[in-house]
C-alpha cells in the first residue's frame, strides 16, 4: 500500500464529484471509492466528508436520493448533476494546469535556467 | 454563481428551513449506516464486534459537530441563530413585567407613533388605490382635457366624447355622465332631494355587474329619450321597502315621471357614489353647443393597451382637434388616467410621489420613536452587561444574544403595533364618519365608492413590519453596542464586582434634549387645540334644540347649454317667489314660532377692510372674520341681546344695504385698540369679496357698523353680520326656523312636505337641528385635540423616561462615590445638587429650543400663543416641562441618597 497522502485544502470536494461522477453512491460509498481511486493514498477524514457532501448538494452540483445499501438499509444516494459535472470539468482541467506546472518546477534543471 | 446553482441553494436552503426535523432526522440515518458499514468491514479485517464499532466510532468522530457542520454547509446556520425559542420569548415577556415604567412608556410611544404611520398608509391607500372594486377595475380609465394656462381646470365636453366615443381604439365602452340634484316624489315615499347620474348606457356596461332584477339602461333609452331610471340595492330597500314589485313603478324625479326598470347589487355605486341612473339623452339643443355641454369621461382600456399607449392615440386626436378648433382647444391637453386618481386630481406623477414620500415620512416617525425607546432599552442593557456577559463566556455568539435581545424588543413592539392598530382603527372610522359628514354638510355628495378607510390586511401587514422595523432598532442597536468590545471588560468588571463601563454619551444628551424641546414646541399648540375644541364645545346662549336648520335650493333645469344671463334672471326670479311663498307658509305654522336667513359667506373668498369712525385712520384687512348675510329678525328669534347700538330694522334691507352688526368677539379683538365695545359702532367695514371667476376683487360699498350682539355662544369668532331678505339672494339660501317645542327634528317631514305643496323644484337639503350641528362641529376640534394631546403625552413620556433613565444610570455609576461622601459628612443638599445638576442643564437647554421651536412654528402656521396674546401658556409649558423633568430626576436621586457608605464601600 503506498504512503497516505496528506489532502490538499479544497481538493476534498473535487474528489467527491469525481466520485460519484464514475456512478452513484452513498456516503460511505463515496469515501471508498475515492480510496480505491487513489490507490489507497488518499484517506478522507471521515467526518469531513458530510460537510461536504451537504455542501455540493447545497450548490446543485450533485442530486440525493433514497435507495437501499447492500446491507438492505434505507440509504441516501448522491450522483452527479449537470452543474457538477460542468463544475468537475473546470476543477480537474484547472488542477492538471496546476499539478502539470508544479512537476515542471520541480523538474527544473540548472541547465534549463 | 451559475442561475442553476443559484435556484439549487434557494431550494436548498428552503427545504432546510420547511423541513427542519425531517433534514436532521435524515443526517443521523445517514451517519448510522455509515458505521454500520465501516464497523462491518472492520469486523472482516478479525475485529470483534464491540472492537469495530468503537474504532468505527472513533474514526467517525464527534456526531454532533458534524451535524453542526453539516447544517453550517447548507447555509442553516444563520437561520438557526435567528430562531426564537419559547425562551427568549418567555424572558422577553419577564422583561415587561419587570420593567413596568420602561414598558409602558415604550408601548405608549411606539404604539402613538405607529397608529399615525398606519392611519396616514390606510389614507394614502384609500387615495392612491388605482383598483376600482369592479370587474378588472384597474383597467377603468378617466379621459379629460387639462388646460395648460389654468392648471387645475381639467374638463371635457359633448364634443370630446363624441369625438374620443367615435375613433379611440384603445379604449372601448366609452361613457359620459353628469350629476344632478332632484327631489324624490313618490307615493309613500319620503321626499327628499336625490343625487342622480345622468349616464350613457356604456357607463353601467363599462362597470360590467348585471342588475339583480329588471335591467340597465339601453342606448334605446338615450336615443328615445326614455325616461326610464335604474336605481340602487340600498335605495330599493331603505326607499321602496324592497318592493319585489318595483320593476315598472312611476317615480317623479323633480317634476318629471320615470319608470324604474332595474335594480342593482348591492353596494353598487359607480360613478361616484350613486344610486339613481337615468339615461343621458342629448337634446337637439346641447348638439348645437357641443362645447358648452360639460361632461366626465371613463372608459375601459382594451385587452393589450396600455396607458402609455391610449395617452399616445389621445393625443394624435388632441392635436387635430386644436387644428380644427383653435378656439376652443388652443389651452386643453386630452389626458388619460386611471380613474381614481383623476377623481382625487392625483394627475401628475409628482403629487403621486409626493403622497408616497409623505408616507414614508410618517414611516420615520416609528424610527425616530424606535430610537428614543431604543436608547432607554439600552440604559436597561446596561445594567444587564454582567447577564450578557456570562453568555457570552458559556458560549453564545453575537447573533444568538442579539437575537435574544431582539425577541425581548419585540415583545415591547408587538403590543405597541397592537394597540396603534386599535388607536389607528378608532381614528379611521371617526375620520370616515367626519369625512362623510363634512361632505354632505357642504353638498360635495359622498364619498366615492371605492374609499373605505379600515384597518385593512395591508395596514396590518404594514404595521407588523413596522413593529418589526422598530424591534430591530430597539433592540438590535442596544444589543450590538452591549455585545461589542465592552464583553470582556464587563467579563473582567463581573468578577470585581465593579459598575458598567457602558457609557450615556453625547448622543443621549442630544436626545434628551430634543425631546424636551419638541415636547415645548408642541405643547403649546397642544392647548391651543384643546382650547378650541372647549371653545367648541360651549353652550350656546340660545336654545338650539329649537332651532332647525338647513338649505332651500332650487333643481337644476338638466343640461343647459343656453345658460345666459336673462335665463339665470328668470330662474332667480321663479326662486325669489317660491321661496317667500314657502317662508309665509312656514311662519305661520302654528308649531314654528318664527324664521329668518343665515347664509355664510365663503370665508376663502372673503376679506373685511376696517376704517375706523374718525375717518380714515386705519384699514386693517383680515380674512378670518366670518360674515353671515341675515333676516333683520335673527337677533330677536335667537333672543341674542345687543350689547352696543341697535339691531336691524326693516329699513335696513329696504333701502339697499348700508349697515351691518358685529359680534361681542368682533368688537374686543379687531377694535381692541379703541377702547369699549361700544365704540365699535360707528366704524365701517366693508366685505372684499373675491370672485371665484374672475381675477382679482370684487369690493362692495362701505357698510357702517350700528349694534354689537352678544356671542350666541357656540362658535366664539369674530363675526359680522349683513342684513339681506330673500329678494335679493339667489338659490340655494340658508335657513333658520324656530319651533314652539322641541325636538326641532320632528318638523323636518313637514316642511319637505310644505316645500313640496309650494312646487316640487324647491329643495330642502341639509335639514338638522342647531343642537345636533353643535354636536357634529365640535367632533373635528375634539379629535385633534385629542390627537394632539396623545402625541403630546407620549413626547412627554419619552422624555421624562429618558430623564429617568440617565439619572438612574448616573447614581448606579455614582453610587461608590456618593456613599464615600456620605460617609465623610457630605451634606445632603450639595450631593443632590450635583446629581440634579446634568438633568438641570439638559433641561433648561431643552425648554429653551422648545420655546424658540414654538416662535418658528408660528410663523410658518400663522397661529400660536404669542399671535393669540396667549403667553401664558408658555410660561405653563416651560414649568410643567421642568417639573416633569425634575420629578423624573427625584426617585434615582432619593435612591442615591440612600446609599448607605458601609455597603458602597464594601463593595468594592
Redesign the interface.
Known sequence: MPPNAELLPGTLDVLILKAVSLGRLHGYGVLLRIEQISGGALQIQQGALYPALYRLEHQGLIDAEWGTSENNRRAKFYRLTASGRKRLGVETASWNRLAAAIARSLAATPQEI | M?P??L???V???WRGLRNRDTVET??L???R??L???T?DLVRTGLTEEQAARQARL????SE??RV??R????LMFFDQLRFSALDVKLGVRMLVKHRGLSLVSVIGLAVAIAMSAGAFSLSESLLETQLPLPEGDRIVALRNRNVAEPGQNSASLRDFMTWQSELRSVRDVAAFTMARRNLVAPGVELIPVDIVRITASGLGLARTAPIMGRLLLEEDERADRHVVVISFEAWRRRFASDAQIIGRSIGLGTDQYTIVGVMPEGFRFPVNDQYWIPLSIRAAEQGHVDAVPLTIAARLVDGATLQSAQAELNGIGRRMSLLHVETYRDLRPQILPYSRAFFGFDDPTIVWQAYVLRLFLSLLVVVVSVNVGILVYARTATRMGEIAVRTALGANRTRVVTQLFAEALALSIPGAAVGLLIASIALTKLEQLAKQEMVTRSFGELPFWVHLRVSPSVVIYSVLLAILGAAVVGVVPALKATGRHVQVSLQQLSARGATRMQLGRAWTTLIIAQVAVAVAVLPFAVHFTQDAIGAASAPRYPAERFLGGSLGMDQAMMQADTGAFVQHVRDERFRSLAADLIRRVETDPLVLGVTIRSHLDRERVEVELISSAGSVSVIKSRSIMVDMVGPNLFTLHDMPVIAGRTFLQSDVDAGIRTAVVNKVFARTILRDTGSISTAVGHRIRIVQQNANAEGFETGSWLQIVGVVDDFGDNETKRAYVPTKIGLLSAPIDFVIRMRAQPAMAFAPRLRGLAAAVDPVLQIDGLISADERLRQRQLFPRYLAIGMSALTVSVLLLSAAGIYAMMSFIVARRRREIGIRAALGADPRRVLSSIFARASAQIAVGILVGLLGTLALEQVTGKGPVRDGNIVVLFFVAALMTTIGLLAAVHPALRGLAIQPTEALREE
Open positions: 451559475y442553476s446553482e435556484v439549487a441553494r431550494r436548498s436552503l435524515q443526517m440515518e445517514e451517519f449506516l455509515h454500520e458499514l465501516r462491518a474514526e467517525f468522530g464527534h459537530h458534524h457542520d453539516a453550517q454547509s447548507r447555509g
